[in-house]
Every structure is written in C-alpha cells, then in structure tokens.
C-alpha cells in the first residue's frame, strides 16, 4: 500500500505516541465532534472542535440517546464533560463521566466571531472542492 500522508507515520506504535504525546493544539483538532444533520445544512461543515457551552447528544455507549451542555473540555484526557452525566462514588460523591467527542453529536453550537470565521473557512474550503472535482469532470 503506497503511504498517504508523508507527515503521518503509518507506524502503529508512532501513531500512538504522537496521539497520546500530542500538545493542546492539536487535540482541540483530535476532540472534534460531528454536527446534527440541520447544523450540517446550514453551515455546510461536517464537524467542528468541541468547546465549552456547544449542546451535544450522546450516540454510542450505555449513555446513548442523552443531551446536555458540555461543561468541560478535558483535553489531557481526550474527554468532554456532560452536564446531568455524572455517576455516584461508593461514598456517595457524584463525578461526571467522560464521554469522547466523536461519540457525540453537536445539536446546539455556542458561536462567537472565531467560531463563525472557523465554520466559513470550512464552509469555503468545502464549496473549493467541489469546483475543482467538477472541473476534473468536465475534462475527463
């Protein structure tokens, strides 16, 4: 198999250490989660990097089905934290539970200036792309 992307190993155990070795930069990219069909429509993105306050739905595991505000983003763990997603301690302590952001889905997107910037460069970069596979139709 010829190798797709010279700046990605293909090795399995680099992969993992550049994964789990990766700076807060590039697991906000990593910690990304998919957007609810209507949100894809309008803003024409597919995912986007989770941030606090954004209402997600749970899609996978035994949480799947619930919604709620993300109440942190705990890159060190590659988790998000849902609010009334919390499990009692033997001593009776409640602690939230982590759940992954691609097993989530955004419903709800908390926007700002930056965040609106994000969503039209993707926005654009998308809308590029389809000009450019239509134009090597049209030559084909």
């Known amino acids: 198999m010829v190798k797709l992307n010279k700046a990605i190993h293909s090795s399995r155990r680099k992969s993992r250490k550049a994964h789990f070795d990766a700076p807060s930069s590039v697991r906000r990219v990593i910690m990304s989660a998919p957007l609810s069909k209507e949100l894809r429509e309008k803003y024409n993105a597919r995912s986007i990097p989770v941030r606090k306050d954004d209402e997600v739905q749970v899609i996978r595991g035994s949480n799947k089905g619930r ?74």
Do not use: W
């Open 67 to 140: 919604e709620g505000k993300i109440i942190s983003v705990y890159r060190l763990k590659y988790v998000v934290h849902i609010e009334r997603l919390t499990r009692e301690k033997a001593n009776g302590q409640s602690v939230p539970i982590g759940i992954h952001p691609s097993k989530c889905v955004v419903t709800k997107l908390k926007l700002d200036k930056d965040r609106e910037k994000i969503l039209e460069r993707i926005s654009k970069g998308r809308e590029m792309r389809i000009k450019v596979e239509k134009a090597k139709k049209r030559g084909d």
